[in-house]
């Protein structure tokens, strides 16, 4: 069983639609909570970031970190085409070195 | 401008043959990584180095083969033993031990001619 795992779609919604994309996590010392989208054939970006559990917004996108469900999920309000993209989730420990990352879900946003 | 560069862009492979892919970084950052992204799915990690003259092998290592004599540089070679070389290779560039926070360049798509 991977240690991370993420709906895997793909997702096609409306414009102006809210969206939830969902990760789920076995590990239980992943501390560090990372959400990137990868337009096609770039490399990821880093979109959230979020220490712990907790929500974080940041404009129309909130990340919310439930560590005792080891459930993480990214909220996208008023969603536009240009959020259409593959969205990566990401976790690590305190001084891991190193990332785990969900195997994305890709969003459609339909005018 | 800071960031990462990745070349080439496209790259073919013959049977038998090594590559090496490029990646180098203008952001003083002390960690650098390689991640393989095959069709459809996230990023198996190749190989890692936290510091110079350092790195350790990720979950897919076998196959490939890197170096880190410089901070700024961080090559990948595919080597003819990797079977299944096709894919997208992404670099990514970390600030320090306690920013969980990866930077990634534009990625090479490998192909096996």
């Known amino acids: 069983q991977k240690e991370v795992e993420q709906d895997p779609g793909p997702l096609s919604v409306p414009e102006g639609a809210i969206v939830s994309l969902n990760c789920t996590y076995s590990?239980?010392?992943?501390?560090?909570f990372m959400w990137y989208r990868q337009y096609s054939r770039k490399g990821p970006e880093l979109l959230m970031y979020?220490?712990?559990?907790g929500n974080k917004e940041d404009g129309r996108f909130t990340a919310q970190v439930d560590k005792s469900s080891k459930y993480i999920s990214l909220f996208i309000r008023d969603s536009q085409p240009s959020d259409s993209a593959t969205y990566l989730c990401?976790?690590?420990?305190?001084?891991?070195?190193?990332?785990?990352f969900g195997d994305g879900t890709t969003l459609t946003v339909k005018p | 401008d800071g960031g990462i560069t990745q070349s080439p862009k496209y790259l073919f492979r013959k049977e038998g043959q090594n590559v090496t892919l490029s990646c180098e970084q203008n952001l003083n950052h002390d960690a650098m990584y390689w991640y393989r992204q095959d069709p459809g799915q996230g990023l198996r990690l190749i190989y890692y180095s936290q510091i110079v003259n350092d790195f350790q092998k990720g979950d897919i290592a076998e196959g490939y083969s890197v170096s880190r004599e410089k901070k700024e540089s961080f090559p990948l070679t595919v080597t003819s033993a990797q079977k299944n070389p096709t894919a997208f290779y992404l670099c990514?560039?970390?600030?320090?031990?306690?920013?969980?926070?990866?930077?990634f360049g534009s990625g090479t798509q490998l192909s096996v001619l």
């Open positions: 990401a976790m690590s420990r305190t001084n891991a070195g190193k990332s785990t």
């Open positions: 590990n239980s010392a992943f501390q560090y």
């Open positions: 990514a560039s970390r600030q320090g031990p306690i920013n969980e926070k990866l930077f």
């Open positions: 979020t220490y712990s559990s």
